[in-house]
């Protein structure tokens, strides 16, 4: 099946620093990547959508110049939380869909983000 | 606005059935999906509906009512790892999902 991979799974990082979450499609290309952020026993709440070479769609209430989303390849989006502060600890989830219809998406393993 | 209920938490026995409803309201319709997902991890693709009726999977099995808006997953001979929370999302008619809060299924002895 298609996988995706996200990397790191896990950082720890200082209020004020920067972070950058890679995802990737390893053996699909990703036409559209989505970002998401779960708090604890909460479902997931959908940040961006993001398209290969486009600028990406963020939802109502997700700051853009924040949460930095690059869509470079069509196997690669990053995320990159900028200036971070301890309310942006969470976990955060990307997935992949092949293709614009019905298509299931693929989720990455997600990445668990504690700033101190 | 566009809306997904379900339970918040279930509870059932160790080689039981038990049933996860779930009901929608969304602006258009391209399909319903489960996901499972376990504590710490990224949800897993359980099943897809987009057209009334059952699909059935092994244990589990998913249930579709376009015309009323339900729909409801089945797990049958319930194993201690089916212990973890079941998410129903709705592809909209921009094919975006829209997730429920999910049901925590807790599976006892």
């Known amino acids: 099946g298609a996988v995706v991979s996200q990397h790191p799974s896990r950082v720890i990082c200082k209020s004020g620093t920067s972070v950058k979450i890679e995802c990737r499609s390893l053996d699909f290309q990703a036409t559209t990547m989505f970002w998401y952020r779960q708090f604890p026993k909460k479902s997931l709440m959908l940040m961006a959508t993001?398209?290969?070479?486009?600028?990406?769609?963020?939802e109502q209430g997700v700051e853009k110049d924040k949460f930095l989303i690059n869509h470079a390849s069509l196997t690669l989006s990053t995320l990159t939380v900028t200036s971070a502060h301890p309310e942006d600890s969470s976990f955060y989830i990307c997935?992949?869909?092949?293709?614009?219809?019905?298509?299931?998406?693929?989720f990455g393993p997600g990445t668990r983000l504690t700033v101190t | 606005g566009q809306n997904i209920d379900q339970p918040t938490e279930m509870t059932a026995t160790e080689g039981a059935i038990v049933q996860i409803n779930c009901t929608y309201q969304?602006?258009?319709?391209?399909?319903l999906f489960w996901y499972q997902q376990h504590a710490g991890e990224a949800p897993t693709f359980l099943s897809y509906n987009v057209l009334d009726g059952l699909e059935e999977k092994g244990r589990f099995s998913s249930f579709l009512s376009r015309s009323k808006g339900y729909s409801y997953l089945l797990l049958k001979e319930l194993q201690m790892k089916d212990s973890a929370s079941y998410l129903c999302?709705?592809?909209?008619?921009?094919?975006?999902?829209?997730w429920g809060a999910g049901t925590k299924l807790i599976i006892k002895p």
């Open positions: 999302a709705v592809s909209d008619s921009n094919y975006q999902l829209i």
């Open positions: 997935s992949a869909r092949e293709g614009d219809s019905y298509y299931e998406q693929y």
């Open positions: 993001s398209n290969e070479g486009s600028k990406a769609t963020y």
């Open positions: 969304t602006s258009g319709f391209n399909g």
